[in-house]
């Protein structure tokens, strides 16, 4: 079974830059499919960024250009590098691995 733990989170400016962290352990989850989602009070969990095996990558349109997704197998970590970060991105941002989610981390952009 394994277990996802984020970190990175943080209170950034607006135009500000944050790296999030999602450290995976109990498997190696190199080979397979992995992605951030991010959830607002009262809204439904949404798709960031997602990874595959094979390092193809899809990003939500309202992050395109902005964020980059990436994994180093080495350290069994998937990354969300968050650039040019706006108010709206303001939410609880968690990894996912099959069917197993981390426990979130907070990402405030204030204005």
């Known amino acids: 079974q394994v277990l996802l733990v984020e970190s990175g989170g943080g209170l950034v400016q607006a135009g500000g830059s944050l790296r999030l962290s999602c450290a995976a352990s109990?498997?190696?989850?190199?080979?397979?499919?992995m992605g951030w989602y991010r959830q607002v009070p009262g809204k439904q969990r949404e798709l960031v960024a997602e990874i595959s095996g094979g390092e193809s990558t899809n990003y939500a349109d309202s992050v395109k250009g902005r964020f980059t997704v990436s994994r180093d197998n080495a350290k069994n970590t998937l990354y969300l590098q968050m650039d040019s970060l706006k108010p709206e991105d303001t939410a609880v941002y968690y990894c996912k691995f099959g069917s197993t989610w981390g426990q979130g981390t907070q990402v405030t952009v204030s204005s």
């Open positions: 109990g498997r190696t989850v190199g080979s397979y499919f």
